[in-house]
């Protein structure tokens, strides 16, 4: 399968998000709940005039049917980047499926 390079401006949100991730790490640091990072990202975001929504609901579409399993983004970013935050101290191979899914069944390109 062949995929078109991501677009530049999907690059520089990209990097826009990696900034803010930094920062709210940098100020805050470790061993926080998720909601409070995902809360001082998203004013991050906020500061730099990017859109963002929270808790997005992903339907999961199967034999033309729309069915609501309770999938939920954390942050979606200018409708474009899904944002799956997580407080823990080593990512483990369920967290990158969640967000494979998540790209898949939102037809969405970029997620962190």
């Known amino acids: 399968m062949k995929f078109e390079p991501i677009p530049q401006h999907l690059e520089n949100l990209g990097k826009i998000i990696v900034q803010c991730c930094f920062d709210v790490h940098k100020n805050l640091g470790p061993g926080l709940l998720e ?21 997005v609901i992903v339907p999961i579409i199967y034999d033309k049917i729309k069915l609501e399993e309770g999938l939920r983004l954390d942050v979606l970013v200018e409708n474009e980047i899904i944002c799956e935050l997580k407080s823990v101290d ?21 997620g962190y």
Do not use: H
């Open 35 to 55: 909601r409070v990072y995902e809360t001082c990202f998203c004013y991050e975001l906020s500061k730099r005039n990017v859109k963002f929504s929270t808790q």
């Open 90 to 110: 080593t990512i483990v191979p369920i967290w990158e499926a969640q967000l494979i899914t998540y790209l898949k069944l939102s037809k969405k390109r970029l």
